[in-house]
């Protein structure tokens, strides 16, 4: 049934409403891939598929001229008498005839260097030409496994959703964007979504969206998770190396090919060629490439990016008409590569924009742009679907009925439902996927401290959705464990129920009897903790027993402003070690009290017995925050990078069982991150506060910072902690302010030394300092390398960190395991 459906598919997408069509070669009959194909003197086009086919839509009968262009290869006119209906026209294109008698050529220096600098000198320029413009936009994005085990790491991968075949290989993203934009400089942006499309799912949405695809060389340095030189930036004859391999002329406009490689393969850079018009000194065509060492993202093999321009008689520059980019992956055996294509067509660039035009929501969807059906996108589409995108949208979206259907989730259910034999040890859930429920019991950990000594812990886990896209939910979640030498179960619970995914609003009661680090940040985590005291005689984990009750609610109140507040009722018990296991007795090293006033007092805690009434109120403030409008979600996207993220606090504990324990403490930071160029990213964290009435409070109210003595930073995060300071020597109920700052050189510096950037690793500072009310304020700096590993698996950080506490200097060396993050 299948190959008939594709065969009346193809015929309807190449007949119904597509007048022109046709298949691109070269001399040798090998198709050609996204050439452009447009009618000439407008933005009236298509591009054709990977196959080479392409299809061509034309308002109405008569002559038109086509103009077919692809990189590498000469542009071709072609007269057409279009008779208004399905006329076929093939054509053949031939490389380019390169030359270089006209160039004059100089003994001491290519000449591609010439033109590269011209291209460097109009830069700014030529990316400021287009001031404004509205445009139609079509994207496709596509992700392919073409190879893939059964099982990573232990856990069973499944089939993607039904994605993969029986070879473990098969398509499993695709999806369609049919929008409209705008833009004016510097930065104002919009989209609004008319169409959206996505194989297998006919209520989902495609996240293809022009914003992600803006991408301009033009630009001295291209964002891709690292930031990357432009083979035209300020300096980038610092980074590349240049040959002009030849000139060839499109209509009277000399276009220069130059191929560019990198002076060291380790920057952030590209290599393959830029094609440049001579006089304009703009792009012709971009085709470059870059790598996974590169871009920071070990596990991508080969990044791949293509622009086509096409020459603006009227406006008399050159735009950007379609954009390819190719990439590849692997990692634990899993490969596979895939395609983002971008389309640009019917731009005005006299829009007439007011101060109305632009707002924060920088993307919308149209009313049931999800729901065009298979007629609307064979008229629309400009880039025509492969077989092998027809046939997997024909199976996906024939059998998505069937997959929604309760008989078939519950047939899949019953499979997987059923428990292993070692289910009691690793874990469980059942699921009902129909009603989309499930609930899930997590196999026994154990863990070790000298207060509980081993702690066997298990949970229990609820989850419920409400809708399709999980827009609203409800979930549950305990803890119960039992320590073994204090011999004292525990438990406690949590319920979170979500409203909608627009404001993100959410309601949670939580309580039960739970040990709890004095420090609520828990600076310390339980399997570092583990480590650190069997193994070496550490126990740095401090902690009293909390029986509490809470309820706590959340909610973006208006964009860029999100409020959470806290009301809880806390009974706090002071704990003693019970325990002094060790592995390995270390001489010299003994196991400290429970006490962090005192750790050599074991009689003593720090905390009476008590109970408190605690209040909290939080506003988290982004200026000028942009977001993508969804149907069912809010999206948003970050704020304007020239401020900071804005955070203020209150919290306050009333009706305490001794009123001294009441207190009132206000507090506010600032947060901001931002890349400086291809030079990496500078991040800070500043804090501070006060408290009113906190002279007799309880010690666990009390500001603590988050100090380290472990050697180890098991949580990824450098701003908010100070790697040197004992976890509470400077704890205070008085005023404090705290600054963290890093800077991430992501390459720049290290990438420039021979032999040394052989090895990718990244150069990174940072400075802390910590003042508290009568004490010497406290300061560390670091100097350390990050991106350490080898291959695809960079998982370890090294830091030298110098730091001063009360005029006692000192230095260590502290090791960050990112892959800790898995096992806590």
């Known amino acids: 049934m299948q190959k008939p459906l594709l065969l009346l598919f193809l015929f309807l997408s190449a007949s119904l409403h597509a007048q022109i069509k046709g298949r691109v070669t070269d001399s040798k009959g090998e198709p050609l891939p996204f ?5 000439q003197d407008s933005y009236l086009g298509t591009t054709s598929n990977e196959l080479g086919d392409y ?23 072609q007269q057409l008498e279009y008779k208004g209906k399905l006329q076929e026209l093939n054509m053949s294109l031939q490389a380019t005839s390169l030359s270089l008698d006209e160039v004059i050529i100089d003994a001491s220096e290519d000449p591609a260097y010439r033109i590269i600098r011209q291209a460097i000198a109009n830069r700014k320029k030529n990316s400021q030409r287009i001031a404004a413009f509205t445009a139609d936009f079509y994207s496709k994005g596509l992700w392919k496994v073409t190879e893939a085990p059964e099982r990573i790491m232990g856990e069973d991968i499944g089939d993607f959703g039904g994605a993969l075949d029986s ?8 999806s369609e964007t049919i929008s409209e934009i705008a833009y004016q400089q510097p930065d104002d942006f919009k989209e609004r979504i008319i169409a959206s499309k996505v194989s297998g799912n006919d209520n989902g949405f495609s ?33 590349y190396r240049y040959k002009l391999e030849g000139v060839f002329y499109e209509n009277d406009k000399l276009i220069n090919k130059i191929l560019v490689t990198p002076k060291r393969s380790q920057d952030r850079v590209w290599e393959g060629y830029v094609y440049i018009v001579e006089d304009d000194w703009e792009f012709y065509g971009i085709d470059l490439s870059t790598s996974g060492t590169s871009l920071q ?3 991508v093999k080969e990044l791949v990016f293509k622009q086509n321009f096409t020459f603006d008689k009227e406006n008399r520059f050159w735009v950007k008409i379609s954009q390819t980019i190719d990439f590849s992956f692997g990692l634990f055996g899993l490969n596979g590569d895939g395609r983002f294509t971008a389309v640009y067509s019917d731009y005005d660039f006299s ?10 929501e920088v993307l919308t969807f149209v009313d049931n742009a999800n729901e065009k059906d298979s007629l609307y996108w064979n008229q629309v589409r400009p880039v025509p679907l492969t077989p092998e995108e027809i046939s997997d949208y024909i199976r996906k979206d024939s059998i998505q009925t069937l997959r929604k259907s309760k008989t078939y989730l519950d047939s899949i259910d019953a499979g997987n439902n059923r428990p292993s034999l070692l289910a009691p040890l690793t874990g469980y859930t059942y699921r009902n996927s129909y009603e989309r ?8 950990s154990v863990q070790f401290n000298t207060i509980q000594g081993y702690v066997p812990e298990v949970g229990l886990r609820f989850f419920k959705g409400f809708d399709e896209n999980y827009t609203k939910w409800l979930s549950f979640n305990s803890r119960f464990n039992y320590g073994i030498d204090e011999d004292r179960f525990r438990f406690d619970a949590g319920l979170t129920y979500r409203f909608n995914a627009k404001n993100r609003a959410r309601l949670s009661v939580n309580g039960g009897v739970t040990v709890a680090q004095f420090n609520r940040r828990e600076p310390i985590s339980p399997f570092v903790n583990t480590i650190s005291s069997l ?17 706590n609610y959340g909610q973006e109140v208006v964009n860029g402003l999100f409020l959470t507040s806290r009301l809880a009722y806390e009974k706090r018990v002071p704990l003693f070690n019970t325990s002094d296991q060790v592995w390995f007795r270390n001489s010299g090293v003994s196991y400290t009290s429970n006490n962090p006033l005192d750790p050599t007092d074991f009689e003593n805690a720090a905390i009476d017995k008590h109970n408190i009434v605690k209040a909290g109120l939080s506003a988290f403030i982004t200026i000028g925050q942009k977001y993508m409008s969804y149907p069912d979600f809010k999206f948003n996207v970050g704020g304007d990078n020239r401020f900071p993220r804005i955070q203020l606090n209150y919290e306050g504990g009333f009706a305490a069982s001794n009123d001294n324990y009441n207190f009132h403490q206000f507090s506010a930071g600032l947060y901001q991150s931002f890349k400086i160029g291809n030079k990496g990213r500078f991040r800070y964290n500043l804090k501070g506060g006060t408290f009113l009435n906190g002279e007799g409070i309880s010690f666990v109210d009390f500001q603590h910072f988050n100090g380290n003595q472990t050697r180890v930073n098991d949580g990824g995060v450098y701003t908010n902690v100070f790697n040197n300071l004992p976890y509470y020597a400077l704890s205070t109920n008085d005023s404090y302010m705290e600054f963290h700052a890093e800077h991430h050189f992501n390459g720049w510096l290290l990438g420039k030394i021979p032999g040394l950037n052989q090895l990718n690793f990244n150069l990174v500072l940072g400075g802390h300092v910590l003042s508290t009310v009568g004490n010497k304020p406290y300061y560390e700096y670091s100097v350390g390398l990050d991106n350490i590993g080898w291959g695809k698996y960079r998982l370890l950080r090294i830091d030298y960190v110098r730091s001063s506490l009360n005029g006692v200097n000192d230095g260590i060396f502290v090791f960050g395991l990112k892959f800790l993050d898995f096992l806590d």
């Open 535 to 551: 193994a070496f005689e550490r126990n740095y984990l401090k902690a009293y027993e909390l029986r509490s009750g809470a309820i």
């Open 351 to 360: 829009p007439g924009f007011t101060k109305q035009s632009f707002t924060n």
């Open 55 to 77: 299809v061509l839509e034309l308002p109405e009968a008569g002559t038109y001229t086509l103009v077919f262009q692809y990189l590498g290869f000469e542009v071709k006119t």
């Open 437 to 444: 429920w499930n609930i899930s019991y997590d196999g026994p």
């Open 297 to 299: 993202i070990p596990f």
């Open 207 to 239: 996240f293809n969206s022009a914003g992600d695809a803006n991408f301009s060389f033009y630009n001295n340095t291209i964002d891709i998770n690292a930031q990357l030189v432009s083979p035209i930036a300020n300096n980038a004859l610092e980074y």
């Open 167 to 174: 070879t473990r290989t098969g398509i499993i993203y695709l």
């Open 35 to 39: 050439v452009n194909i447009f009618v």
